[in-house]
């Protein structure tokens, strides 16, 4: 069972340089979320999107643009990046109805600007 | 706004004793979903125990066990027996049913000594 994958698994990019790290769920999941984890603050939300056709901003969207390309894939692109986005970076699914809403994680991308 | 406290940066815990892992938490909403997540050092987020507001019996899940109390807003978590591979950071989280936000404390550090 794949669940939830994430590509790539590793990237160094230039500051300035743009990229676009992909995830795709094979859990029928609505719900897809990109977080950033940064070493003593847990994951923070960049965006969110709660079905398909829908994306909302988390408490850390600036310089990420974000696209649910179907029920299956949310996709989170850097334009132009910055130092500051070095992180890991986690796409999660979940499916709100039921009430848990448990998310599933990938694996994570860890990502350095410099 | 809600928030996830974890006060406990790092915590040891001898092989097969009992340890329990804090969380706090702040929301103004009546109805909410608490989780626990594992991260081993390979990274992945693992779901552990989920605790619902309105749940009347605290949740158990194999040799974990959330002692949940409402009013002091506190949603420990209590890993029996511990075992070498107990070892990883774990994540306190917090959805309200309402909302797609999902909000993670800073995690604690278990570190299981034989």
């Known amino acids: 069972n794949a669940g939830v994958t994430q590509t790539p698994k590793f990237q160094v990019l230039k500051t300035g340089q743009s990229m676009t790290l992909q995830c795709a769920q094979d859990m029928n999941h609505n719900s897809m979320y990109w977080y950033r984890q940064d070493p003593g603050m847990g994951l923070r939300l960049i965006y969110y999107s709660a079905s398909e056709g829908t994306t909302d901003k988390g408490e850390v969207p600036n310089g990420y643009n974000v696209s649910r390309l179907n029920k299956r894939e949310f996709s989170l692109r850097l334009e132009s990046a910055a130092p500051s986005q070095t992180s890991v970076y986690f796409c999660?699914?979940?499916?709100?109805?039921?009430?848990?809403?448990?998310?599933?994680f990938g694996a994570g991308t860890r990502l350095s600007v410099l | 706004a809600q928030k996830i406290t974890q006060t406990q940066p790092g915590m040891f815990v001898q092989e097969k004793e009992a340890v329990t892992l804090d969380c706090t938490y702040d929301?103004?909403?009546?109805?909410?979903?608490l989780f626990w997540y594992k991260q081993p050092s390979s990274g992945e987020m693992i779901f552990l125990i989920y605790q619902g507001s309105y749940d009347q019996q605290n949740a158990t899940e194999g040799r974990y066990s959330l002692n949940f109390q409402k009013a002091r807003k506190s949603a420990n978590l209590v890993i029996s027996a511990s075992q070498l591979g107990d070892s990883a950071m774990y994540f306190c989280a917090m959805r309200v049913f309402y909302g797609q936000n999902f909000v993670f404390g800073p995690g604690t550090r278990l570190s299981v000594l034989p």
């Open positions: 929301t103004s909403d009546p109805s909410y979903g």
């Open positions: 999660a699914s979940s499916d709100p109805r039921g009430g848990l809403n448990i998310q599933y």
